[in-house]
């Protein structure tokens, strides 16, 4: 079964999950399209004859997978003809996959930033299902798709398809894999990092980004320059751009992406378009670059390179559990300044949560902490409230400029922005309710007031 059916003739999507089937403009659309399927069934009519094929799962996928109507326990229904097809919705998200977007999630709210897995954006008469969607600064959305080798060997298809419609609607893709065969596609602005087991990926320690990410060299195409001329043997004496690989951490690149320092670049050479990541102060440049190559562009902004040198070792993940249960009483946590200095230089995130939490929490806040730990699910005006002082301590830290001020925010942000996402999934877990919902509504109403 599949809650999303396209119809082939009236080229519309129907969701199922709705009474107007997302039409309210057509009335009567259900006894319509349920009518005329029912009649083909009557008249034999080949289920891949009546115009009605999967439009979620499988349509993402490629493929043209039919489908047929029916009415079950008063519940409308369509169902796939073909088994495989009814097989490939029920594939399920692994371990490494999850991880991925947990830790993409942590990243982002480390930065300041927040989002939500399994994101659905209507766009007009379909949508956009996002694996992971962050919210960037300035109104960005960033929208990560992770590919990993248990994804089968066939690899995604239509990906360019795919990024091209996000592009489109307003979220800036980002494709993520560890494999090197998708690395090298160049359908989109992919990443890769190397192929490690769930419990690494989960690890606070460092992940990197081994490709996708680059910088670019400026240089002038005379008879000292390290790169051949691009357009031919000699030395034409204009400026050239060539981009060389470059390291990256991944929640650097996650956040950095968020706050659009780092950016998507589709860098041409004669015979074919490279898509990678860059600095935004490598595409300002190479964009002065391509209306003038006669003189070196400008650098017109203070680069700071997202990449840090880091020689730290993976280390244990907080659980996360206790760490939802610590952040919901985050006053009884000391200042940031208290701990030592060396780890948030490398990892500003959880290793700095860790060490706080168990060596600055007394044993009155341990007992808090059991306390919050074992109480009931929080009234919905205090997800409200909580969701506030995250807005409050994000709109600190923007007014921040200060480094070390920033980090110290980025702290308190941290411990913010965990209290309310923790207490959302609790909310919404006893209530049996959509996670994402709830952290919508509780979104606007602390948006509102
Ligand atoms: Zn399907
Ligand atoms: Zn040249």
Same mark, same amino acid.
């Not at 115009?51 to 979620?56: E, I, N, S």
């Given at each position: 079964m599949a809650n999303i059916v396209w119809h #082939?003739?009236?080229?519309i999507h129907l969701d199922l999950t709705l009474d107007d089937l997302g039409h309210e403009e057509h009335e009567g659309l259900w006894d319509m399209v349920y009518g005329m399927d029912r009649m083909y069934a009557a008249r034999a009519v080949p289920v891949a004859e009546r115009?009605?094929?999967?439009?979620?799962v499988c349509q993402e996928a490629g493929v043209v997978a039919p489908m047929h109507l029916r009415m079950r326990n008063e519940r409308r229904e369509a169902v796939h003809e073909r088994r495989e097809d009814e097989d490939r919705h029920t594939v399920t998200i692994s371990d490494e996959h999850k991880a991925y977007q947990e830790r993409i999630l942590r990243a982002a709210e480390a930065g300041g930033f927040c989002g939500d897995n399994e994101v659905r954006t209507r766009v007009g008469r379909s949508w956009i299902q996002t694996d992971t969607l962050i919210e960037g600064a300035d109104g960005l959305r960033v929208g990560w798709e992770v590919q990993l080798s248990?994804?089968? #060997?066939d690899g995604p298809r239509s990906v360019r398809a795919r990024a091209a419609k996000a592009q489109k609607n307003g979220i800036t893709p980002a494709w993520h894999t560890d494999r090197n065969d998708y690395a090298h596609r160049h359908d989109t602005h992919w990443t890769r990092s190397n192929n490690l087991p769930a419990h690494v990926i989960a690890k606070i320690g460092d992940l990197r980004v081994i490709s996708g990410f680059r910088k670019l060299d400026f240089w002038h195409?005379?008879?000292?320059?390290?790169?051949?001329c691009p357009h031919g043997v000699?030395?034409?004496g204009k400026y050239h751009a060539t981009p060389v690989p470059k390291d990256v951490l991944f929640d650097d690149l996650v956040r950095n992406t968020a706050a659009g320092t780092i950016v998507p670049v589709q860098f041409r050479t004669l015979n074919k378009t490279h898509r990678f990541w860059a600095t935004r102060a490598d595409h300002n440049r190479y964009n002065d670059l391509l209306n003038n190559d006669h003189q070196l562009p400008a650098v017109t902004e203070d680069v700071r390179t997202p990449s840090r040198a880091s020689h730290n070792h993976p280390t244990c993940r907080p659980d996360l559990t206790t760490t939802a249960s610590v952040t919901a009483t985050p006053t009884t946590l000391q200042t940031p300044t208290d701990r030592p200095s060396g780890l948030l230089v490398v990892q500003p995130t959880a290793p700095v949560l860790e060490t706080t939490a168990s060596q600055a929490l007394g044993e009155s806040a341990l007992a808090d902490q059991a306390r919050s730990a074992n109480a009931g699910p929080e009234s919905l005006e205090t997800l409200i409230e909580l969701q506030r002082a995250a807005n409050a301590a994000r709109n600190a830290l923007q007014r921040l400029s200060d480094h070390e001020e920033r980090e110290r925010q980025q702290y308190v942000l941290l411990e913010a922005a965990q209290s309310a996402q923790a207490a959302i999934t609790r909310y919404a877990t006893s209530q049996g309710l959509n996670r994402f919902d709830v952290q919508q509504t509780v979104r606007g109403a602390a948006h509102d007031t």
């Open positions: #082939t003739k009236l080229r115009d009605l094929q999967c439009g979620g248990t994804a089968g #060997t195409c005379d008879l000292h320059a390290d790169h051949p000699r030395r034409c």
